[in-house]
């Protein structure tokens, strides 16, 4: 390919390229400020498949957004995991310091009803997947209601125990 015909499908192809980047950062819920450095790393991967695009298989553009997709994912991956690997024990560390997994004190497990003692229970004896329940609130509540549920404990029963504890935390 000379370098005219590298300019022409590059012409044709760039209103692709920034669909295909806007396109992957809804799909992989990016920042819109990211579009520029995707931007730029599409049109590296647009002259990848330049080099790679064999016309007898598939029609230019769709190589092109094939490439460029797959090469935005791949990096995409290679970067999350890297970013997981030096924050995620920062971040263990922030969870240990904010969920202690000790006894609580005894005055407060006095005022709890028999079901919250149990419950706590099951908490501090590993019965229940303890990083279920910190991710995110609402999930965590929901884990512990199917936990209970899967146990036999009465709708009931755990939204008193819930009500219990939540007197107790406010």
């Given at each position: 390919m000379t370098q005219e015909d590298i300019e022409a499908q590059y012409k044709d192809c760039v209103n692709l390229l920034h669909k295909t980047v806007w396109e992957f950062i809804s799909h992989t819920g990016l920042s819109p400020r990211e579009h520029e450095?995707?931007?730029s790393q599409a049109n590296l991967y647009f002259m990848v498949a330049t080099q790679s695009y064999n016309n007898k298989d598939t029609?230019?553009?769709t190589w092109v957004r094939i490439q460029v997709w797959g090469r935005l994912l791949k990096a995409y991956a290679e970067n999350h995991r890297e970013?997981?690997?030096r924050h995620q024990p920062k971040m263990k560390e922030r969870v240990r310091g904010l969920y202690p997994r000790t006894k609580l004190p005894i005055d407060l497990m006095d005022e709890l009803s028999e079901d919250?003692?149990?419950l706590i229970t099951m908490l501090f004896e590993d019965e229940m997947d303890f990083n279920k329940l910190i991710h995110?609130?609402?999930v965590g509540i929901q884990y512990v209601f199917r936990f209970l549920r899967d146990k036999g404990w009465s709708r009931v029963r755990i939204h008193r125990c819930f009500k219990d504890l939540k007197r107790l935390l406010v």
């Open positions: 450095e995707l931007f029609k230019f553009s970013w997981e690997r919250s003692k149990i995110e609130s609402k």
